[in-house]
């Protein structure tokens, strides 16, 4: 007993040493006794082991300012393992492989049928990631396990898909014991957009104290929530979905969530194009029209926002309802969490129409005691290859090195 609780201290500390080594990007052992608050002779000790397994390595000094005095810098080293990392969204995987520090090994797109035969897709998908550890030589020593994220709901027990809103045609689907299963590496799981608002956190490197809120919106619209730095997943694994709070009471459209009315039925991107698509004349719509020469099944995401920005008065009334109604939803976080920020992730928010519109509607209601920064993610539409991988690296760190 004794022995077990000096081991899991042990890794408790090595873990400590590891993750303050990434949020730093380096540091010296003084500095890392100081922040972690152990003593100088346990951060030596713990830093010559992870230097012998090739985890850690030293790397330029640092004047301290006396003479001849020089501190040196440890640094994690990125190559020393890598995880694997499976994306699994609607009609789409991305298959991939990170270092320690997230950079891709290789990546590989693979499209999928809506809803995918679920048993059938992790088989594809567990052969196309050993061919790939094949191709690129990857000792399976240096893999640290495989992460996983999926749209929609993931059950309790944190193995199973509850359900993936079509991207699967399964539900309650154990999808880290096929994985497991099929390829020999423990897997993690998580939700897409709680696992894209870690990959952020881990790029910024941040160790955030307060709370925070991410929204993704893409094909639908997810958003993820931290509180002293921890993601929040909800006692049902459904914290912050809030493309699917109702926003019309009667005669809204129907959801892909089952009920209608939802959020995304009026702000998503495609929400966007159908409710453009049917103002769609010469009159109402003139810029848009023209645009597409008349075709309104041509009718794209770019070209109703364009339109709008071009004043387009028809194709701006639909987009200002939507930002309207994200807007909406995202001042009832504020009110409920008290952010310190709020990031955005998405292909919308590259759109300078929309982001401006929301930011404006951001404003109305709320005062100046509630005003919360609001920023697109340094990040954006760049970190779906990660996300998945970043998990396992995650629980490697977490776990002192040591691959379960
Ligand atoms: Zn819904």
Not at 168 to 182: H, M, S
Request: aromatic share 6%; net charge neutral; proline share 3%.
């Amino acid at each position: 007993m004794e022995g077990d609780n000096m081991m899991r201290l042990k890794r408790q500390n090595r873990g400590a040493v590891l993750r303050c080594l990434h949020r730093y990007d380096g540091l010296s052992r003084k500095k890392l006794a100081n922040e972690l608050g152990l003593t100088p002779a346990a951060i030596t000790k713990i830093a010559a082991e992870l230097i012998a397994e090739g985890l850690v390595r030293e790397t330029g000094a640092v004047s301290t300012g006396g003479v001849g005095r020089r501190e040196i810098t440890l640094s994690l080293q990125p190559d020393a393992r890598c995880a694997l990392g499976v994306w699994l969204g609607l009609g789409r995987a991305v298959l991939s492989a990170v270092r320690l520090d997230g950079s891709v090994l290789f990546s590989e797109d693979v499209l999928l049928s809506v809803p995918a035969n679920a048993e059938a897709t992790v088989r594809l998908l567990s052969d196309l990631l050993l061919m790939q550890i094949q191709r690129h030589a990857l000792p399976r020593e240096w893999i640290v396990g495989l992460g996983i994220a999926v749209r929609g709901v993931i059950g309790q027990d944190r193995r199973t898909v509850k359900s993936s809103f079509d991207a699967l045609d399964t539900n309650d689907f154990p999808i880290c014991e096929r994985f497991e299963a099929l390829t020999g590496f423990s897997a993690v799981l998580s939700n897409n957009v709680r696992a894209l608002f870690a990959a952020e956190r881990f790029f910024s490197r941040e160790s955030e104290t307060g709370s925070a809120l991410f929204v993704r919106c893409a094909s639908g619209i997810g958003a993820a929530i931290s509180v002293r730095g921890q993601i929040l997943s909800g006692s049902r694994g459904q914290c912050a979905e809030i493309g699917h709070i109702p926003v019309i009471r009667h005669g809204g459209k129907p959801c892909h969530c089952g009920k209608s009315g939802c959020l995304e039925t009026i702000a998503s991107p495609a929400a966007i194009v159908e409710d453009a698509q049917a103002l769609f004349s010469e009159d109402r719509t003139p810029l848009l029209y023209a645009r597409v020469n008349g075709r309104r099944e041509a009718v794209s995401l770019s070209d109703v926002l364009e339109a709008a920005q071009g004043g387009d008065a028809g194709a701006a009334s639909v987009t200002d309802r939507a930002a309207d109604a994200m807007a909406n939803a995202l001042k009832s976080v504020i009110y409920l969490i008290d952010p310190a920020r709020i990031v955005l992730y998405g292909p919308i928010f590259e759109h300078p129409y929309f982001l401006s519109r929301l930011k404006a509607e951001m404003t109305v209601g709320v005062d100046a005691a509630h005003a919360v920064p609001m920023e697109k993610s340094r990040f954006n539409n760049t970190l779906e290859d990660k996300a998945a991988g970043l998990l396992a690296v995650a629980k490697y760190l977490e776990n002192g090195g040591v691959s379960e």
